[in-house]
């Protein structure tokens, strides 16, 4: 939907007509609706009279339909226009559907719902008739709650037996057509009618089930489920719980699982009716657990089961059928295990063997038991799709807890992944992110933050294989290595036993190699990850070859170089991230001139061409000043050299280092940015300083600085583009004459509103659709 649009007031009717026929849009929508009529000039640009649509269902929604087609009779002849099927594309005819909902609730809007084979205009005829039925029983039916389908309007009747009437046909699209309608209704409407309208129509719904396969499945379970949710109809006895429990008991396990997980997330549920969709979704994990002799245990605490022979048979009819049950099943479990109302007891230990059993049928590292375990070793082995959504599951699963031994084949199967070459970059960076999250879950050495001994033990085993995959030929292995590395320094990278580890690999060195990786995304994780090796102090200091066994290679001095040369944006960026980090934290090279830094680093970021660089570049500006000026700031617990706040001063001595290092003059360009985002950041930045320097009271008014006036016009200069003179040295009275004499908050206000209002206002659309038939001047479109 498009936004940015003029919303119309709420204030009456008075106001429409001047939203549409302003000056401008007087002379154009004509000279369109003429273009419209005009069979030989079709607007090929059909993206435009959607977004026209949309604006006049916003205007509609505001006021009276009637009312705005008779102040502009023109308006008719495009809405006629665009409710002509055969000349509009789908998504145009499915924009002008909701907007003839609004304008007319008349019985012939049926006809849009006769089989249309595009999805978009299915989907806005269904909710045409949504919206007529609401309107249609707006009166009696809410008057009267008790009120029977046989009492309502010719209208809603006509409706409701067109539903009828599809629900019992054979063709499985007027079926799903009727639920996708019955799920609009349900979801979008909590009227006393609803209830009346399921009650009459759930015996048809029902009748469903009883056909082999149940057409229309997915359509079914959105209905079922939009009911469920309903405050109407779930709090009343309308038989809504039993169709659930037949429902999941007739369709396929595949199919049944949304609408088990469905079930579950409900509010307000029948407890037999949780324990049997629950059993639903941990029944192929109980298939898998049998196969390989495992005790099966996840059904153990819950009851209503009896579709197991059903799902072996779907896991053993062929290898798509049990991946995509498989998949499907894990990814359900993974949604629901965070939630509050999972079911409880939550089956922890058989979960967890479940999943690790998985990864090792794909591994093809599990012993099967059976002929059905072997049918899955050999569906299974090697099936990245799968490997994936058990590392997914798995990861969630570090939430709880485990008995040790199970946690230990947990760590088992993650290194056997991690070191094994036949895993893929994706199954490779699943595997780091759930080793991640296992490592953190660990319980800690009471009185020591320091990992666990098991999980000391793992990483030792661990961090050999690091350097195999930051060496790895393939770039997204080398990208997903460093991102790991750099959440376990992040985590641990103060603690004894993780820093003995590390430097005793190769690790640190290979990961400063990767700072000059041909790959922008590796250069860039290796920034992030250096920064954080020499915040911690765990970067090992190669010499330079120009002085083999002398100097030592400045980290910084490279980073500083990747910032001025680097070609793509994300190792920019990154430099920038990690330079606004050391400064936040005080680090040992930042704070031995943090004056110098700071000027070089705005110097080289105010010429970048990547906004996202000049943006963060503000935010590093930000950090200084809050410095300088004695804010708080938050730093990291292992800093080499913590931020001391400034002592209190005056004002004027206070700005001295913030004029040093020309923070005014990269504010200011910074304001007139083409990017908006950056020109807001500087925008906030200039109106917390002046907010800083409210009390300050110079030794001459700002009018008598005779600087003040040559800043002004130079600032108007680069307002209108030209931004080649620079500022110079600015004393501390001067900027604060400026910053009294700027409308901030009105620039503010403009760089908050949208520029949709200029480009996607009604002028610029009209002007669009009439460039598209030539019907404008060669200069006169509109140039978004």
Known sequence: MTAGLPVPSQTGHAGLSSLIMDPECSQLLPALCSVLADPRQPVTDDTCLEKLLDWFKTITEAGSSLLLLQENPCLLGLLCHVLKPQDLSPRVLAFSLRLAGMLAAQEDCFQYLQGDSSLFVASAAGQLLVHVLGLSLQGPAEGHPGLQTGDWPACAQKIVSHIEESLRSAATPQITQALNVLTTAFGHCHNPWTQVLWVRLSPLVARLLEKDPVPSAHSLVDLLLSVARSPVLSSSSCGLWETLAQTLSHLSPTQAGPLALGILKLQECPQALRAQAFAVLLQPLTCVLEATAQAPGLLDSWDGTGGASVTV?????????????????????????????????????????????????????????????????????????????????????????????????????????????????????????????????????????????????????????????????????????????????????????????????????????????????????????????????????PASPEHPGGQ??????????????????????????????????????????????????????????????????????????????????????????????????????????????????????????????????????LLFLRAQTASYSGPQGSGSVPEVASVEAALQRWQAGDQGQPLGYLEPEVVVAVLRSMDLEGLRGALAESSDRVEKSPRSLLQDMLATVGALGEDEADCY
């Open 552 to 685: 030592q290679k400045s980290l910084l001095a490279e980073l500083l170089h990747i910032l001025s040369t680097d070609s793509e944006g994300f190792p920019r960026r990154a430099v920038m991230h990690v330079f606004t980090q050391w400064l936040r934290d005080g680090h040992a090279d930042v704070a031995a001139d943090t004056e110098r830094f700071v000027a070089r680093v705005l110097q080289v970021a105010s010429q970048d061409l990547d906004w996202e660089v000049r943006a963060q570049g503000l935010e590093l500006a930000l950090v200084f000043l809050e410095q300088t000026l004695g804010r708080p700031s938050s730093h990291c617990p292992y800093a080499v050299t913590p931020p001391v706040a400034a002592p209190p001063s005056p004002l004027a001595q206070a700005l001295q280092p913030l004029c040093r290092v020309q923070l005014f003059e990269f504010a200011f360009r910074a304001l007139f940015d083409c990017d908006r985002p950056v020109a807001q950041k500087s925008c906030d930045l």
């Open 313 to 541: 048979d779907t896991l053993l009819a062929s290898k798509a059928a049990c991946v995509g049950l498989l998949c499907r099943t894990l990814a359900h479990l993974e949604l629901l295990q965070p939630l509050v109302s999972r079911p409880s007891p939550w089956p922890q230990a058989p979960l967890l063997g479940a999943t690790v059993t998985i990864l090792r049928l794909c591994s093809g590292s599990a012993t099967p038991a059976s002929d059905a375990g072997g049918h899955l070793c050999a569906f299974l082995v090697g099936c990245v799709r799968v490997q994936r959504a058990a590392l997914d599951f798995l990861g969630t699963l570090s939430r709880g807890t485990g008995p040790r031994e199970l946690v230990t084949q947990v760590f088992a199967v993650l290194l056997e992944y991690l070191t094994s070459p036949d895993s893929s970059p994706t199954v490779l960076k699943k595997a780091f992110q759930a080793t991640f999250r296992w490592l953190q879950s660990s319980p800690e050495t009471p009185g020591c933050s320091d990992l666990d001994p098991h999980a000391q033990l793992f990483l030792r085993e661990l961090l050999p294989v690091l350097p195999k995959r930051l060496c790895s030929p393939c770039w997204e292995v080398r990208d997903s290595g460093l991102e790991f590395l750099t959440q376990m320094i992040g985590r641990w990278g103060g603690q004894a036993g993780f820093r003995r580890a590390l430097l005793a690999s190769e690790v640190p060195e290979l990961t400063e190699q990767l700072l000059r990786d041909p790959e922008s995304y590796v250069r860039a994780s290796a920034v992030a990850a250096m920064g954080q090796l020499s915040s911690q102090g765990l970067r090992v200091t």
